[in-house]
């Protein structure tokens, strides 16, 4: 079955970096679109990033643009997101997600991992 | 920005009673809607998208409908395992968005 991984949260003081991985099996990793999504504590869930199939599109929410970066190494089955100059802000349980599509990503998102907390604090 | 919005915040129903949830977009998103279900503790659910479209694995008393602004999720008879966090989400407009949730509780 489908299982998604993630790794890498932890307390961080602002303005650091911090480097999540989320690690794939139960499927073809290489044929999907993934994610990032985010939820602070008690709120709503933010869509993050994505990553198409091949690696060669990646988009962002505004909030990250310039500070996130997102890849993923289809030998591993392994999606990172790299978050730096990180606010206060950020902080979030962050998941990643497996696009509902083949491809190029079609923005629902069918398959959760449990979630990493990031917590942006001095 | 699209924006959505849920109603109600929080519905308190009983085992057994349908449950009817509403999520308004700011502008149109087509069929391009989808519905979540979250748990304390958990990951979101992928329940339907498309506005209609029930995805792998949820039971037929789960139903979504709607087009353009306006969607609606029902539950038809709500189980104990059914209450929870429902969110709606669109990919109609970027940025991809979520509403802020129904609470679903006990009554």
């Known amino acids: 079955q489908v299982q998604l991984v993630e790794s890498g949260g932890g307390v961080v003081q602002p303005g650091r970096s911090l480097r999540l991985a989320c690690e794939a099996s139960?499927?073809?990793?290489?044929?999907?679109?993934m994610h990032w999504v985010r939820q602070a504590p008690g709120k709503g869930l933010e869509w993050v990033a994505v990553?198409?199939?091949?690696?060669?599109?990646?988009y962002f929410v505004d909030s990250v643009k310039g500070r996130f970066t997102i890849s993923r190494d289809n030998s591993k089955n392994t999606l990172y997101l790299q978050m730096n100059s990180l606010r206060v802000e950020d902080s979030a349980v962050y998941f990643c997600?497996?696009?509902?599509?083949?491809?190029?990503?079609?923005?629902?998102?069918?398959?959760w991992g449990q979630g990493t907390l990031v917590t942006v604090s001095s | 920005e699209l924006v959505l919005t849920q109603s109600p915040a929080t519905l308190s129903l009983s085992p057994g009673e349908r449950a009817t949830l509403s999520c308004r977009a700011s502008?149109?998103?087509?069929?391009?809607l989808a519905w979540y279900q979250q748990k304390p503790g958990q990951a979101p659910r992928l329940l339907i998208y498309d506005a209609s479209a029930r995805a792998t694995g949820i039971p037929p008393n789960f139903s979504g409908s709607g087009s353009g602004t306006d969607f609606t999720l029902t539950i038809s008879s709500l189980g104990p395992e059914d209450f929870a966090v429902y969110y709606c989400?669109?990919?109609?407009?970027?940025?991809?968005?979520f509403g802020p949730g129904t609470k679903v509780d006990i009554k």
């Open positions: 997600a497996r696009d509902r599509s083949k491809g190029a990503a079609g923005y629902y998102f069918e398959y």
């Open positions: 139960g499927f073809t990793f290489s044929s999907y679109g």
């Open positions: 990553i198409w199939d091949d690696g060669t599109n990646k």
């Open positions: 502008q149109s998103v087509s069929t391009s």
């Open positions: 989400q669109q990919r109609g407009n970027w940025p991809f968005t």
